[in-house]
């Protein structure tokens, strides 16, 4: 047997490269291509026994030899004694199987990582390494992982840190910026550690968005961009936070302004060379903290305080009651004032962001997000929170509360009793504000929130947001700061709030016991200069005249003084003057003078011509006795300008088709309380003006007397004769004689006798209170008498304006005007206020809780909280009266309607069929009607017999009622 060897390529295996090896039927061929040489030969073998032959051809591939491949490897971290983490890795070959690969793996410092204690595993080219350190070392290790196929290898290091220190991070030596208006704020950090560092920026306890590199930028700053920043340094394993940084919104010039009565001299702020960035108050003191760090006080303070006087860098305060506590730029705080009780500042007080101050305690925030606090032991809380010991960045403290913002915008609240209660739909907050007698918060956008038991009287500033910055509330006043430097009251100020919208750029409002104190910004503060001047006007008697003026480009407060010629007007210090019920002296010419700090300036003069409205004399006016069945003729001497026109009034409605000089009331339609006037109107060009004539009272000439039922026994007084007015309460009865005298008795018929004073005058009618007595007289003035025992002391009314033009004592607490419009004496029955919204009013009557008013034009409203609900449709009414919980209103043809509190009401049931009623009388529960024909009719309530008509009753010309008595005025019995 013979074998031959052939090959298709010489060039790369020739015949001498491949050689036989075995002996009999086992054989072996081994081909060795030629050095340097690569490619693809065919190696064709040939087995012959000398007759027969069989021949195998195979292919031999002849390629470079590549190393093996390994992925990278991260550098990793532990702690001592524990096995770090699985890092997987990839080996790869491109001329063999992964399987095929040697992995092996050695440690640079066998001391801390033994060869021994790194674990290799997986399989292909899947691989993965772990290292455990021995146990009580630390240190780093560099592990070398290799990967072979035999001849080649490759290599691929990591380090093992264990027990790995944090990155140092080290700030620049300032830590304090004060920052002007639209300047820019850079801060800056270096940090070395191990890995690849990375950073993030926060501003108050929030993280900036966007700013992940050493440095930080704040271009354009502005009030918002004010307070503490920090930067957290990471590394694979640890964080390390920065020292903080404070940024104080300084603009170039301020200026300091105390609103109120501020008392203990704060009022006289002193002269404050550097601009202020931040003021707090105590009761009697106030403290300004300057663009340098230095503190100024004033007030009732104490002259040398070696505490305040020595401190510097200082970034924030915070007042208590009686202490102010000071945060300087290093982290560290210092408290002064009366602390002679404090506990020592804790040694924990380092690293500050923020502090807060409450009654006698104080609190700070650290740059870990722990609330620490010490004050006066006996005030100290129960415990601070588990809730304020992590992940705090806002606190706020008030007398003895206090809130802090955590890091997802919760609230946490507590006092010395413990924690307190916070809205569960509170949104998520940003800054917190614990104020006296209520919390507030702002979110993201700065709109308010709050709540607790004053949180109405933020109203205002709630309705008025977003963009609000700060909120300051002391004892009932507070003042709440947007953040375009505008201003919102809030509670009662000592001050007008007005006062409050001529400060535009301010930066801090602090509500102090009596004051308030701004700051502003008046680096670009320029002096007044009228745009608009106040033109001339034109205008009718009695009526108004508005100037105004417009001022630009004068920085606020401006002053405003207005001029008659060259009289100062007082009072008159706004942009507008108001003058109202004008007279010919009120022609002149009216100017203004602006002024700021800077400078004044003055505006034109201004001509007010005015121009004289119609008279109208009556041949007859004041009071009337006439015969009731016979006319009386009423006629007015009229003089005036332009067209004129005439209405004629009877008890404040007008008179249809009564609208010529003159005016006869017709025989019969005259009760024993009838107010007549004219009213004569100027129509001249643009102008329109009435002038309302005095008033003509008329009342019958008849024998009369006063008939009273029901309740307990009420007697007459004697010499009691021709009464022409009746008004009366279960105690006290008052009337008013033909003779135009007053009389007023008690139960036992005692007459009341006047203090200080004679009680004889023109009186026309009376309306009796609970406590008083008030009386109209034909001139239209009111008098008031107080009831005191068995006396009458008068009081003043002047202040109410009712000199003159009451037509009607509407009711007990109410006098009603000519001109429609209506004057109080309040509650209490002292004099109060011209109720303003009330116009065009004839006639009133007072309920339990509310009041009914009839207007001119015949409709019928009510105001009051105990108002029963009106029907939807009465007609054209001429009357109203009111008792307990129900309403009645005549109507122009005589009959009644009535509505109550409730169907079951007593008095709801007026009778069947009564028409021709000319007046009506309401008590609490029960009503009585005056017909034509001098008849009267009772209904409602009668468990006293106040229901119970007297039989053969006189004529009857005036009804009354009291809670449980009526009363009428009839012609005297023979």
């Known amino acids: 047997m013979t074998l031959k060897v052939s090959s298709s390529n010489a060039a790369l295996v020739s015949a001498s490269g491949i050689v036989f090896d075995g002996k009999g039927n086992t054989r072996t061929v081994t081909v060795k291509p030629k050095s340097g040489k690569t490619g693809t030969a065919k190696i064709t073998v040939k087995l012959s026994d000398g007759k027969l032959s069989v021949s195998r051809t195979f292919t031999v591939k002849v390629v470079r030899n590549t190393p093996p491949t390994i992925s990278k490897l991260k550098d990793m971290g532990t702690r001592i004694g524990v096995k770090t983490a699985k890092q997987s890795f990839t080996v790869r070959d491109a001329e063999r199987d992964a399987s095929r690969l040697q992995v092996t793996a050695s440690s640079s410092n066998p001391s801390l990582i033994p060869d021994s204690s790194i674990e290799l595993s997986g399989t292909g080219e899947k691989r993965s390494i772990a290292a455990k350190p021995k146990a009580g070392v630390s240190g780093s290790a560099v592990i070398t992982v290799a990967v072979s196929d035999g001849k080649l290898s490759a290599r691929e290091r990591f380090t093992v840190l264990v027990d790995p220190p944090p990155p140092k991070v080290s700030t620049k030596s300032k830590t304090r910026y004060a920052v002007s208006p639209a300047g820019k704020l850079e801060l800056a950090v270096t940090a070395k550690g191990p890995g690849k560092l990375r950073y993030q920026w926060y501003h108050n306890g929030l993280p900036l968005k966007g700013e992940t590199k ?14 503490y920043y920090w930067v957290d340094v990471s590394d694979e394993w640890n964080t390390t936070r920065s020292d903080p940084f404070f940024a104080l919104y300084a603009p170039k010039a301020t200026g300091v302004h105390v609103l109120g009565d501020g008392g203990y001299k704060i009022e006289k702020v002193p002269t404050i060379k550097s601009p202020v960035v931040a003021v707090v108050t105590l009761p009697t003191a106030a403290y300004a903290l300057t663009k ?29 009651d009686k202490h102010v506590v000071a945060l300087r730029a290093n982290g560290t705080v210092a408290v002064f004032g009366n602390t002679e009780r404090f506990e020592k500042i804790p040694a924990a007080a380092t690293g500050i962001v923020a502090v807060a101050a409450g009654d006698m305690r104080c609190y700070a925030l650290r740059k870990d997000g722990r609330v620490i606090t010490w004050g006066v032991p006996r005030y100290k809380p129960t415990s601070i929170p588990s809730a304020a010991k992590k992940d705090v960045i806002g606190l706020s403290a008030k007398d003895r509360a206090v809130l802090a ?12 009793k413990g924690s307190l209660s916070i809205p569960k739909s509170l949104p998520k907050a940003t800054r917190v504000f614990a104020l006296s007698g209520c919390m507030a918060v702002l979110n993201s956008k700065g709109a308010i929130t709050a709540w607790g038991d004053y949180a109405g009287e933020l109203q205002d500033a709630i309705q008025a947001g977003p963009g609000f910055l ?55 503060d320029k002096a ?28 606020a407060p401006l002053n405003y003084q207005w001029y008659k010629g060259s009289t100062k007007i007082k009072g008159a210090t706004g942009a507008t003057l108001r003058l109202t019920n004008l007279t010919s002296k009120d022609a002149a010419k009216y100017s203004v003078k602006v002024s700021n700090h800077l400078g004044s300036v003055t505006s034109a003069a201004a001509p007010l011509q005015v121009v004289a409205l119609p008279t109208a004399s009556l041949s007859s006016s004041g009071r009337h006795l006439i015969n009731p069945t016979g006319s009386f003729k009423l006629t007015a001497t009229v003089k005036g300008t332009g067209t004129l026109s005439y209405q004629w009034y009877r008890n404040g409605l007008p008179i249809p088709n009564a609208t010529s000089s003159s005016y006869t009331v017709p025989a019969g339609a005259v009760d024993l309380k009838a107010t007549y006037w004219l009213r004569v109107t100027s129509k001249s060009g643009q102008l329109t003006g009435s002038n309302t004539s005095a008033a003509v009272f008329l009342v019958a000439d008849r024998a009369t007397e006063v008939v009273t039922w029901g309740g307990s026994a009420f007697s007459m007084p004697a010499g009691l004769e021709n009464p022409v007015a009746i008004s009366a309460n279960d105690d006290v009865a008052a009337a008013v004689q033909a003779n135009g005298k ?8 005692n007459a009341l006798s006047l203090w200080h004073g004679d009680p004889t005058f023109d009186a026309v009618d009376v309306a009796v209170g609970r406590y008083s007595v008030f009386v109209l007289r034909a001139n239209g003035t009111v008098r008031h008498y107080a009831i005191a025992g068995d006396g009458l002391r008068q009081k003043d009314l002047s202040d109410l304006g009712t000199a003159s033009g009451v037509g009607a004592i509407a009711a007990p607490t109410y006098a009603l005007k000519r001109d429609g419009s209506v004057i109080s004496w309040g509650m209490f029955e002292d004099p109060e206020e011209t109720i303003t919204p009330w116009h065009d009013i004839a006639a009133l009557a007072e309920g339990s ?3 009914l008013l009839l207007k001119k034009d015949g409709s019928v409203a009510a105001e009051g909280w105990g108002s029963p609900e009106m029907p939807a449709a009465l007609g054209s009414v001429i009357g109203v009266a009111a008792g307990d919980g129900v309403s009645f209103v005549l109507k122009q043809n005589g009959t009644i309607a009535a509505w109550a509190t409730y169907p079951e009401h007593p008095a709801l049931a007026v009778p069947d069929g009564l028409t021709e009623v000319v007046s009506v009388g309401a008590g609490a529960r029960h009503a009585l009607a005056l ?33 449980s008595r009526s009363f009428v005025i009839c012609e005297k019995a023979e």
């Open 214 to 227: 050493a440095k930080l930028s704040r271009s354009k700053f502005t009030r918002e961009m004010a307070g």
């Open 292 to 320: 340098e760090g230095t503190i100024v006080a004033w007030g009732d303070v104490t002259k040398t305080d070696s505490v305040r006087d020595k401190l510097k860098d200082v970034v924030a305060l915070a007042a208590g």
């Open 405 to 416: 913002l955590k890091t997802n915008g919760k609230v946490v609240g507590w006092n010395q």
């Open 470 to 524: 700060s909120i300051s509330r002391y004892n009932g006043r507070g003042v709440a700061l947007k953040n375009d430097g505008s201003l919102y009251a809030s509670g009662y100020l000592s001050f007008p709030a007005s006062e409050l919208t001529k400060y535009n750029s301010v930066t801090v409002a602090e509500a102090a016991s009596q004051h308030v104190i701004l700051v502003r910004d008046k680096s670009g």
């Open 528 to 555: 007044p200069k009228i745009k608009t001047q106040p033109v001339s006007i034109t205008a009718m008697e009695t009526g108004s005249a508005t100037f105004a003026v417009v001022a630009t480009a004068g920085t």
């Open 742 to 749: 007053l009389v007023v008795w008690n139960q036992k018929g």
């Open 849 to 851: 809780g509310y009041t």
């Open 931 to 963: 017909r034509q024909d001098g008849a009267v009719v009772a209904w409602g309530a009668n468990e006293s017999g106040q229901a119970d008509v007297p039989i053969d009753l006189p004529r009857v010309y005036r009804v009354a009622a009291s809670e």
